[in-house]
C-alpha cells in the first residue's frame, strides 16, 4: 500500500520519508500523486486539528491513504508560542532566519533556567474509506542564545536537545532517533501495523492464496 505524504514542506517530508521508509511503508510526495496542498488552510487552533485537516485533504485530492504531520515548537516563557502559528511566526513570506530572529529577540531577557521549550508533532493517517490512525508525541530541550549547526531545517539550530547539541548539530538518524517527529511516526506505525496486516490478509483472501 502506498501513501500519500501530505505536506509541500520539503524538508519536513524528507524526514517523514526517512523515518517511514525503514520501516516498510512506502511513499509517494503531493506532487508525484499530482495533487497541491496550497490550497488547504491550516485553520485548526490544535496540532492534531491542523494533522487531521492535511491528511483528509491530501486523501481526498490524491484517493490515496495520506499521512500528514503537523508541528511546532512551544516555549513556556512565551506561554506557548509560537506553537501551532510556528509555521507563520514571522509572516506569510519569512524564512527560517526570520522566525529565528524573532524568536530570539523575544527571548533576548530570558534566563537560561526559564529557557524550556518542546517540539510538538501531531500525526494523522486517512484512508480513502474514512478510517483515521493518529499519534502524537513530543521532545523536551531549550533554546539557545544563538544558532548553532547546518543541518535540519525551521527551529533546529536554536533548539537544544538534552546531550546539549542543537537538533542542527546532530545527524539525520540521530535527530530522528529523539525528535517529536520520529517518535510520532514511530507510534503511529505501530497503530497502523494490525491495521495493515488485516489488509494483507484480505488481498489474499482475494487472490486465493
Ligand atoms: P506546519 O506543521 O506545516 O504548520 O509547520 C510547522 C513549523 O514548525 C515548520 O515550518 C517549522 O518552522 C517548525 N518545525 C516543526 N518541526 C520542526 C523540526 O523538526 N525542526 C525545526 N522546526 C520545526
Known amino acids: 500500500m502506498v501513501f500519500v505524504l501530505a505536506t509541500n514542506n520539503q524538508k519536513k517530508r524528507d524526514e517523514m520519508e526517512r523515518i517511514l521508509r525503514p520501516l516498510g511503508i512506502s511513499v509517494v510526495t503531493a506532487q508525484q500523486a499530482g495533487i497541491s496542498m496550497e490550497g488547504v488552510e491550516e485553520t485548526g487552533s490544535t496540532f492534531e486539528e491542523n494533522a487531521d485537516i492535511k491528511a483528509v485533504a491530501a486523501c481526498r485530492l490524491a484517493d490515496l491513504p495520506a499521512v500528514a504531520d503537523d508541528s511546532g515548537l512551544v516555549v513556556d516563557a512565551l506561554d506557548g508560542a509560537p506553537g501551532v502559528y510556528s509555521a507563520r511566526y514571522a509572516g506569510e513570506n519569512a524564512t527560517d532566519a526570520d522566525r529565528i530572529a524573532k524568536l530570539l529577540n523575544a ?72 525528535s517529536h517527529r520520529g517518535a510520532a511516526m514511530r507510534l503511529l506505525y505501530s497503530r497502523l501495523k494490525p491495521l495493515l496486516a488485516k489488509e494483507e490478509e484480505v488481498i489474499e483472501e482475494e487472490n486465493g492464496q
Do not use: N
Open 107 to 178: 527571548m533576548k531577557d530570558v534566563p537560561q533556567e526559564k529557557r524550556s521549550a518542546r517540539f510538538i508533532s501531531a500525526v494523522c493517517c486517512v484512508f480513502p474509506d474514512g478510517r483515521k490512525v493518529t499519534a502524537s508525541a513530543s521532545c523536551e530541550g531549550s533554546i539557545a542564545f544563538s544558532p548553532r549547526g547546518e543541518g535540519g531545517f525551521g527551529y533546529d539550530p536554536i533548539f537544544v536537545t538534552e546531550s546539549g547539541k542543537t537538533f542542527s548539530q546532530l545527524s539525520a538518524q540521530e535527530k530522528d532517533r529523539i
